[in-house]
């Protein structure tokens, strides 16, 4: 089954740089999610691109995708030690059939940002 | 409100038990889901209904059985716990479809003794 892989496992950080995260995946999508994942805490969903987008905004984050290269990226600017966490991308992998949602998960980047 | 909750939040338990773990949706979602988050924190899927019909049903021991009653809940039964069992286990649900976000309840940690 398909499995995403993210990159860095772990990233730290001072409070406002910027942090980037990577996903690659193996085969085609209707689209990608990333999801953060506070510690004791569910996954909370941050953004969804498109398989036919390229760029996604939604306040700090901006999210790329090129299929072409089957990869993913998460840009959060100008962090806040809040945003200390997990970070996980997650595909809705296409079978030509109908979707169900059936998520794919990365194993994750953990983010430190250090005040 | 709670969108999605679960109860236990944390369940211990002997090997050999048999546990049930419980979620609910006030979000209006059709479809709902169970995923396994392993000590790695790899997140793997498990189940999916969709209107209290059985959608997704991956590989997984035929000890872990879900429910839906109604399409606001859904419930996992687990029968015979094996130590491997331990993990945390995540209800989410979503509108029926693609290109939909999943939220997610806060887990039900499940230790073995």
């Known amino acids: 089954s398909q499995q995403g892989e993210e990159d860095p496992q772990a990233l730290s950080i001072q409070e406002g740089e910027n942090a980037t995260m990577n996903c690659s995946y193996k085969?085609?999508?209707?689209?990608l999610q990333w999801y953060r994942q506070n510690s004791g805490r569910g996954l909370v969903h941050l953004i969804l691109?498109?398989?036919?987008?390229r760029e996604k905004h939604s306040g700090r984050l901006r999210v790329t995708l090129d299929t072409s290269k089957k990869s993913s990226s998460l840009l959060i600017t100008a962090s806040r030690a809040a945003d200390t966490a997990s970070y996980f991308c997650?595909?809705?992998?296409?079978?030509?059939?109908?979707?169900?949602?059936?998520?794919?998960f990365g194993q994750g980047t953990i983010l430190t940002v250090h005040p | 409100d709670t969108a999605v909750s679960q109860t236990p939040k944390y369940l211990v338990t002997q090997m050999g038990n048999d546990k049930s773990i419980k979620c609910e949706q006030n979000?209006?979602?059709?479809?709902m889901y169970w995923y396994k988050q392993d000590s790695k924190k790899f997140l793997k899927i498990m189940f999916s209904?969709?209107?209290?019909?059985?959608?997704i049903n991956e590989t997984v021991p035929n000890r872990f059985s879900p429910k839906s009653p109604d399409k606001a809940h859904l419930n996992l039964h687990i029968n015979s716990l094996e130590l491997g069992d331990s993990a945390v286990y995540f209800c989410?649900?979503?509108?029926?479809?693609?290109?939909?976000?999943?939220?997610f309840g806060d887990g039900t940690r499940l230790s073995i003794l």
């Open positions: 989410a649900s979503g509108k029926q479809g693609s290109n939909q976000p999943q939220h």
């Open positions: 085969t085609s999508i209707n689209n």
């Open positions: 691109i498109r398989s036919n987008e």
């Open positions: 997650a595909t809705d992998y296409y079978d030509g059939g109908t979707s169900y949602g059936k998520l794919t």
């Open positions: 979000l209006g979602h059709d479809t």
């Open positions: 209904y969709n209107n209290k019909e059985l959608i």
